[in-house]
Nanobody, 113 residues
Framework: QVQLVESGGGLVQAGGSLRLSCAAS???????MGWYRQAPGKQRELVAT???????NYADFVKGRFTISRDNAKNTVSLQMNSLKPDDTAVYYC????????WGQGTQVTVSS
């Protein structure tokens, strides 16, 4: 089991930026990792993934605005979010899409218009 702790969320105006971090309790080097989000009243959705070799995929609704990265030496995964929109308001989580562990507490991102 891996414990995941997300951080970096906050309140930002539309057009602003935030950088989220996810810290894992042990090595996640071999795992594809992803960032998810869940808005109030909606299902959790996958935002971006990054494989162990660094291949990246984004959901269409964040392409060109968000950048996922990982630091295997530090067991962390990050999400740089630029040009934020009110629709990006959600709780953001990280996990391994193909071998999900227990969900962390997430980090709240609120984008005001």
């Amino acid at each position: 089991q891996v414990q995941l702790v997300e951080s970096g969320g906050g309140l930002v105006q539309a057009g602003g930026s935030l950088r989220l971090s996810c810290a894992a309790s042990r090595s996640i080097f071999t795992f594809t990792m992803g960032w998810y989000r869940q808005a109030p009243g909606k299902q959790r959705e996958l935002v971006a993934t990054i494989t162990s070799s660094g291949n990246i995929n984004y959901a269409d609704f964040v392409k060109g605005r968000f950048t996922i990265s990982r630091d295997n030496a530090k067991n962390t995964v990050s999400l740089q979010m630029n040009s934020l929109k009110p629709d990006d308001t959600a709780v953001y989580y990280c996990n391994a899409p193909f071998r999900p562990w227990s969900w962390g507490q997430g980090t709240q991102v609120t984008v005001s218009s």
